[in-house]
DNA sequence: TATATATTTCGAAAAAATACGATATACAAA
DNA sequence: TTTGTATATCGTATTTTTTCGAAATATATA
């Protein structure tokens, strides 16, 4: 993928509140999922976000599924459960290419 | 219009690949529209982006009000032509936003 | 092995975005 | 006033995205 399918990949990712918003919840996991029954460390799980979009489990799944074909979050597996995390490398990355061409 | 309803008009408006390439051509008109019969100072008429994108006339046009009503670019009609200019303002604020939120 | 939980994937319906040609509007010039 | 040029808007078809429930997959536990 050349870096420009890359940027337009991650800003169709980018284009839609549901998924922002996801990518915000993110960045203070102890403050939207301190309930979590596994430490947080390892991310956030899937069922924590469902729950958190009001939207049902599949449809997130499908939104969790865009933002990480853009690289926007990594997941990690650990037993039933699946973690996901921001790529902040990747965000930062994003973020300086497009201050550079728009 | 909140500013995150703002950044969502905005984002959407940028999820494009046409309007992104827009905007890009906007940042250099006399390497794009040197062939403009009007000065480049009045900005860029519709006719001289339709030809470039490739697409209907219609189709860019619809284009072009996307881009404005995100405020990304402005216009000014002089006679029958209507001129458009990159909003550097706005992008500037826009980029700011992003890179304090994402 | 059977059952339960967490998550993804599938199939289909609904909604939104894109694209086009035709028409309307605005202005200029004959 | 008529004609021509530039642009926007309308109506509509097509494509893409979003959403959901149901089914499939993966893992854990009884």
Same mark, same amino acid.
């Given at each position: 993928m050349t870096e420009s399918q890359e940027i337009d990949t991650i800003i169709k990712a980018l284009a839609h509140p549901v998924r922002r918003q996801i990518l915000a919840w993110l960045k203070e996991p102890e403050r939207w999922? =301190?309930?979590? =029954?596994?430490?947080?460390d390892y991310g956030v799980c899937a069922g924590m976000i469902d729950r958190q979009t009001g939207l049902s489990q599949s449809t997130t799944s499908t939104h969790l599924a865009t933002l990480q074909r853009a690289g926007l979050v990594t997941t990690q597996r650990i037993g039933q459960w699946i973690y996901y995390k921001r790529n902040e490398d990747r965000i930062q990355a994003f973020l300086q290419a497009i201050n550079a061409t728009l």
């Open positions: 999922f =301190a309930d979590q =029954a596994h430490p947080l």
